[in-house]
């Protein structure tokens, strides 16, 4: 395919034959490429220190293909896109091996993507290696994938070594949440329906709910996660990614510096969590050993390779406060956590309950209209208000019924992608709106940070909540305090 507004790129993938790649990009690329979205002049060439031939790389991701894609391989396609995977060999620590790249980089035809999919001590070397081989040019682009850091002043120290090299708009930093079509679709709900434009504040909406929730557990990763937990691991980027999306004010257009300055302030506008209110703002938990759809799994302590004395949390719940003139006085309650009773992404929008009742034969209080955005398993909106049941006796009953906008019944004949699909996409096209800029990553750690001080200086442990539950018990008193609960 040949697209005259798009220039074909030399996407290089370091860490090609990790985890990342096998499970994500490939089968992204692949999606890509069924679609005819891939440049025709556009080649891949896969980066790693093992022993490996072009070849052996083709057959990996082949199989990586069979092992993972939801659908059989169209060989058509395949052959498309094994014809573009090429392989090097080349150790990321040894700076001369990356002279190998002038061989296959053509930077007069192509630009240069190059996707870091590796643990982030090797950012400096594959940076300083890229420099000193001489194949960057200034349209050359670097993606970087989380974690950008564990805390504020670790991840301004791998912005620091990305700086030395590329240029801000050269960098695509990735939260592959931005990339789902409810996420993005929050833009259009919000800015292009005058119904949500001008009730979308504190005269209207009571509360915001927003939930991440897996049913996996720790899955061989006990190591990292116990050095990170759900805080870090989950509510840092994609909860807090979500958040600015829904509070945001109106930006300028959709250009990708007006967008980011808009979530900057919200970040900017977080009312802070410290030693002084972390208690009765946040909730941190630890699942012990339950049953998850009928099958019995072990708690957090009881995994492969964990510390028993581990206190890392694989649940957090926590109230939100913005603090200004659109949000003032409405919570955002998020929670995330590990071995919930399912996998479920999603926004609900609380509206506030009307001041008056005539229909009092139906509902002593009348609940309140929600808007439930499912960003997964299923993505689609649906809005939660109050009809009357049909009849002639003369008296009028009232019903909660949904109107259901479902993504995949009502864009039949449209493609649902996944988020990396849409960023890959993105940033081989050069548009770094969907990425995330290097102030919202650092307001994030510095907000989140605070919280994970104040948890250590209370020394507290994290309340266990057993598997196959939405959490401790605490998560719904944090609610209930409030007067209100969770959806569930």
């Known amino acids: ?26 089968i992204s690329l692949y999606r890509l490429e069924k679609s005819q979205l891939l440049e025709a002049d556009t080649r891949i060439i896969g ?57 296959v980089v053509d930077s007069e035809k192509r630009v240069m993507v190059n996707y870091f999919a590796v643990a982030p001590f090797l950012f400096k070397s594959i940076c300083q290696g890229l420099q ?24 301004k120290e791998i912005n620091d070594v990305v700086e ?41 909406i009571d509360h915001i709910q927003i ?37 945001m004010e109106p930006p300028a257009d959709l250009e990708a510096e007006s967008i980011h300055m808009e979530k900057i302030k919200v970040l900017k506008a977080l009312r802070p969590i410290t030693v002084r209110n972390v208690e009765e703002k946040t909730v941190r938990g630890q699942y012990t050993a339950g049953f998850i759809k009928g099958t019995a799994v072990p708690g957090y302590l009881e ?35 590990k071995r919930m009773p399912n996998k479920r992404t999603e926004i609900v929008v609380n509206f506030k309950q009307l001041p008056h009742n005539i229909f009092k034969d139906s509902f ?21 208000m109050l009809n009357k049941v049909p009849g002639i006796d003369g008296n009028i009953k009232l019903q909660q019924t949904k109107l259901d906008l479902s993504f995949s019944e009502t864009f039949k004949k449209n493609s649902i992608f996944g988020g990396y699909e849409k960023l890959i996409l993105e940033a081989l096209r050069g548009n770094t709106t969907l990425f995330l800029s290097r102030e919202e990553i650092e307001q994030a750690w510095a907000w989140v940070d605070s919280i994970q001080d104040a948890w250590a200086q209370n020394h507290s442990a994290p309340k266990s909540y057993p598997a196959g539950s939405w959490g ?17």
């Open 1 to 26: 395919m040949k697209n005259q507004n798009y220039k074909p790129c030399d996407l290089v993938i370091y860490g090609a034959l990790g985890d990342l790649s096998k499970r994500k990009l490939l």
């Open 364 to 384: 002593r209080d009348l609940p309140a209209n929600k808007l439930v955005i499912h960003l997964q398993p299923n993505e689609g909106v649906d809005v939660v």
């Open 164 to 204: 030395e090299v590329f240029q801000e708009d050269q960098v695509y930093r990735i939260d592959h949440y931005l990339g789902k079509e409810t996420v993005l679709n929050l833009l259009a709900l919000r800015f292009a329906n005058s119904i949500f434009t001008t009730n979308w504040n504190h005269n209207t």
């Open 132 to 155: 000193s081989c001489g194949v960057l040019t200034a349209e050359s682009r670097m993606v970087m994938e989380k974690p950008i850091g564990h805390d504020l002043k670790s991840s």
């Open 303 to 337: 995994e492969d390779g964990a510390n028993k004395e581990s206190t890392t949390e694989s649940f957090v719940a926590i109230r939100v406060d913005i603090d200004n003139w659109r949000w003032a006085g409405v919570p955002f309650y998020m929670r995330t956590g």
């Open 472 to 488: 401790p018990i605490a998560s719904v008193a944090l609610l209930a305090r409030d007067g209100r609960a969770w959806e569930e």
């Open 211 to 247: 939930t991440v929730g897996e049913d996996i557990g720790i899955e061989g990763r006990w190591e990292y996660f116990d050095k990170t937990g759900q805080l870090r691991d989950m509510l840092q980027n994609h909860l807090l990614q979500i958040l600015t999306f829904v509070a």
């Open 47 to 103: 980066v790693d220190r093992l022993d490996e031939t072009s070849a052996g790389f083709v057959e990996i991701a082949h199989n990586s293909l069979i092992a993972h894609l939801n659908t059989p391989i169209d060989e058509e396609i395949w052959g498309r896109l094994s014809n573009r995977l090429s392989y090097l060999r080349i150790d990321l620590t040894q700076p001369e091996q990356y002279l190998q790249l002038n061989a």
